[in-house]
């Protein structure tokens, strides 16, 4: 379970978190900082992973468009 932060919301360990919620049992969970790169980021360590056997599935979640928000408001 890979997960990029998410500013709105205070989640400690999210991808943990997720796996919980969803009965699954990860070998292995990443939580990231924010910034634009970092589902592209997952999506490579996820398919890195995949490819070399270390895992079959892997799920990312997390991130909002904080600078739409942001803008938004303005």
């Known amino acids: 379970v890979f997960t990029v932060h998410v500013a709105s919301w205070a ?14 049992g990860p070998r292995h969970t990443v939580d990231t900082t924010v910034g634009g ?7 490579e360590r996820a398919a890195a992973r995949i490819a070399a ?8 979640a997390g991130g909002e468009a904080q600078a739409s928000v942001q803008a938004l408001w303005r």
């Open 11 to 24: 989640y400690d360990e999210l991808a943990a978190r997720i796996a919980r919620e969803i009965g699954a």
């Open 37 to 43: 790169q970092r589902p592209a980021e997952l999506l």
């Open 53 to 60: 056997g270390g895992s079959r599935v892997a799920l990312i």
